[in-house]
């Protein structure tokens, strides 16, 4: 070979190199998309990213593909998602505390939440509320915190487990407030409302979903919701910051990202996808119906919001001297 014609292939393959990452975008997608979920089947993060799927299915043609890695609160999905190749063809579809919780949480994580993903676009937030036994003495957020105070650790508390939502909305609440109670662990949210159902904690933070019905039913009332805007589902209930606590807001989430380095076009094209399947009515109605609330921020905006919720997060664990295994 000569040297000009050395000269003219390594020019083709610099300026091949040089638009490769784009012809993918330009296609995208081209192939079967996976879409990681770190729960079973079935659950809250499940039936949302379902959602997702069937929409992404219907509007490009292109199978969407489910991948249920449960177990390690999050982590075996969030680290086979951040290793996967950054081309759009691996999504992971998670509920917020896997990106904001874990860093702190745990010693050893196998995934750094901000610079091992790309923010492609949140999906909805199911609002949660303060919930109480009919027996329980207090009817507002205010008087439960003067209760609290002339009790320095006496008042029960039902949460799930180390680092749940459920745990750390009372801790941030408890250091909001500057009060002290017991906490009573139970493997997860639902044996936890069974326990305050039957009275043997005082109060719990849990979801609307779960707890509409013993809402309704008498068998639980509601002090508060969690989120900085009332619930449209108990529009009558009023918000903790407006009832006793200026500045409480806690959102459950859930996201769409994608592993670092995506091309930005892809994540974008999937952001304007996602904004449209929660457009459709047919998901209005499920999203209602689920308790859940639609999100809209731009890639940008998401990557704000997870770093911002990861820093309020490390501070309420740290603060609080929480840590798991």
Do not use: C
């Not at 039902?158 to 109670?181: C, P, V, Y």
């Not at 399947?277 to 990557?303: F, H, W, Y």
Request: net charge positive; glycine share 8%.
């Amino acid at each position: 070979m000569t040297l000009i014609h050395r000269t003219a292939l390594a020019i083709i393959i610099l300026a091949t190199a040089g638009i490769a990452p784009s012809v993918p975008a330009q296609q995208y997608p081209a192939k079967p998309i996976r879409m990681l979920i770190p729960s079973p089947p079935g659950g809250g993060t499940d039936v949302l990213g379902r959602l997702l799927q069937e929409g992404l299915n219907k509007m490009w043609g292109q199978p969407v593909i489910v991948d249920n890695r449960g177990g390690a609160s999050g982590r075996i999905a969030a680290e086979i998602a951040a290793k996967a190749v950054p081309d759009g063809y691996t999504l992971f579809f998670t509920y917020g505390g896997v990106l904001v919780t874990g860093l702190p949480l745990f010693r050893n994580l196998p995934y750094h939440p901000i610079k091992d993903f790309a923010p492609v676009a949140m999906m909805a937030h199911v609002p949660g509320v303060l919930l109480a036994h009919p027996s329980f003495p207090a009817n507002s957020v205010a008087e439960l915190i003067a209760l609290a105070k002339s009790k320095p650790g006496q008042l029960t508390h039902g949460t799930s487990s180390i680092g749940s939502s459920s745990h750390l909305n009372m801790e941030l609440f408890k250091q909001m407030a500057g009060i002290d109670m017991l906490r009573v662990s139970y493997n997860g949210d639902a044996p936890a409302l069974i326990a305050l159902l039957g009275g043997h904690v005082l109060f719990a933070f849990n979801n609307v979903v779960a707890a509409s019905p013993h809402i309704k039913s008498g068998r639980l009332k509601v002090l508060a919701v969690a989120t900085a805007q009332r619930v449209p589902g108990l529009p009558e209930v009023p918000t903790i910051a407006e009832s006793g606590l200026p500045g409480y807001d806690v959102l459950l989430f859930y996201t769409l990202v994608a592993p670092a380095k995506t091309p930005r076009t892809v994540v974008n094209k999937l952001n304007h996808a996602v904004s449209q399947i929660k457009q459709n009515p047919d998901v209005k109605l499920q999203l209602s119906r689920l308790g859940a609330i639609p999100m809209e921020m731009t890639p940008e905006e998401s990557a704000a919001f997870i770093k911002s919720e990861l820093e309020k997060w490390t501070k309420v664990i740290n603060t609080g001297k929480i840590e798991s295994n």
